[in-house]
Structure formats: structure tokens, C-alpha cells
């Protein structure tokens, strides 16, 4: 069974960090495109980071300086690294894999997703 599961959110004060991680089951993510994704209430899904399985990466502008994507193969997981964190970045944050194709902010690329974890920031 194909399996993305997030961890290592929490509520955060603003300017602090949090990394994501995004682990894999059932398959590998050494030839998978692997995009982070946000939604806030109310809001659309947005898209915020991406890695190739070739390592390049690409940051949305909202987060450019702030986030890092990278991948560890060796242990089938993702990372996303949040610094300066700020309260519009309170969110559920999912991981997707896209198993064949080049990555994009594009959800509906993606064939499989995680269940999603809580990021808050607040005083």
C-alpha cells in the first residue's frame, strides 16, 4: 500500500521553526517528484515547495528565504525546513509524490498524498 505520512507540526511562536517530514511506505521516493502543499481555513490549497528526484528544488514566493525543501533517500523521506515562521503560515501542510513527471505547484499532478499536519503560529 502507497503511503505518505507528515509529521512534526505543532504550534510554533512567530519567528520560530518547525521541520517537516514526509515519509514514504510502500514505495520509494528515490524516482518520485515530491511537492509540499498548504491550506489554510478558508482558503485554497497552495502550493509551497517542490523537489525533483534529481534534487532540484523550486520555493513559492511567499516562503522564498524562509523554506527549505531537500530529500533524504537513504531514509525514504522529505524534509521541510521553516524558518522566521509567521502566522499566515498557519496551515495544514500535506506532502504529495508524483511517481511519474516533472514536479509543480499543480496538486492535481500528484497521485498520492499524506494526511496532512497542523502548523500554527501564534503568541
Known amino acids: 500500500q502507497l503511503q505518505l505520512v507528515e509529521s512534526g507540526g505543532g504550534l510554533v511562536q512567530p519567528g520560530g521553526s518547525l521541520r517537516l517530514s514526509c515519509a514514504a511506505s510502500g514505495f520509494t521516493l528515490d524516482y518520485s517528484a515530491i511537492g509540499w502543499f498548504r491550506q489554510a481555513p478558508g482558503k485554497a490549497r497552495e502550493g509551497v515547495s517542490y523537489i525533483t528526484s534529481g534534487g532540484r528544488t523550486n520555493v513559492a514566493d511567499s516562503v522564498k528565504g524562509r523554506f527549505t525543501i531537500s530529500r533524504d533517500n537513504a531514509k525514504n523521506t522529505v524534509y521541510l525546513q521553516m524558518n522566521s515562521l509567521k502566522s499566515e503560515d498557519t496551515a495544514i501542510y500535506y506532502c504529495?509524490?508524483?511517481?511519474?513527471?516533472?514536479?509543480?505547484?499543480?496538486?492535481?499532478?500528484?497521485?498520492?498524498w499524506g494526511q496532512g499536519t497542523q502548523v500554527t503560529v501564534s503568541s
Open positions: 504529495a509524490a508524483r511517481r511519474l513527471g516533472w514536479p509543480s505547484f499543480n496538486g492535481a499532478l500528484y497521485d498520492c
